[in-house]
């Protein structure tokens, strides 16, 4: 199996921007679609953005379309969410997930088999 860790996470102010990283060991990351999930406290988790194996196509959340960027390095095992405009509503606990699947771009929970530990984003106003 892939194991799956995330950085990038940290306190920012609202309008900020953060890049989070998800680093992929064990496996090669590049059989893997790949996806960003999130948890606000006392929610469940939201589907963020997914992308393909070669990166050449991605799908977001209506609530982060145009503001995040997702995006795979596949030489580096590292997929990345570029996230810009931040604002309170985007505070979570974010997670990478991955699926060792040749097609498609899964925004459901149960569709991925591999996940993360998180990484805490807070913006305040």
């Known amino acids: 199996h892939v194991q799956l860790v995330e950085s990038g996470g940290g306190l920012v102010q609202a309008g900020g921007s953060l890049r989070l990283s998800c680093a992929a060991s064990?496996?090669?990351?590049?059989?893997?679609?790949m996806g960003w999930f999130r948890q606000a406290p006392g929610k469940e988790p939201d589907f963020a953005a997914a992308?393909?194996?070669?990166?050449?196509?991605?799908v977001y959340a209506e609530s982060v379309k145009g503001r995040f960027t997702i995006s795979r390095d596949n030489a580096k095992n590292t997929m990345y969410l570029q996230m810009n405009s931040l604002n309170p509503e985007d505070t979570a606990l974010y997670y990478c997930?991955?699926?060792?699947?040749?097609?498609?771009?899964?925004?459901?929970?149960?569709?991925?088999?591999?996940w993360g530990q998180g990484t805490q984003v807070t913006v305040s106003s």
């Open positions: 064990g496996r090669t990351s590049s059989k893997y679609v």
């Open positions: 997930a991955a699926v060792e699947r040749t097609y498609g771009l899964p925004s459901r929970e149960n569709e991925y088999r591999v």
């Open positions: 992308i393909n194996l070669s990166g050449s196509s991605t």
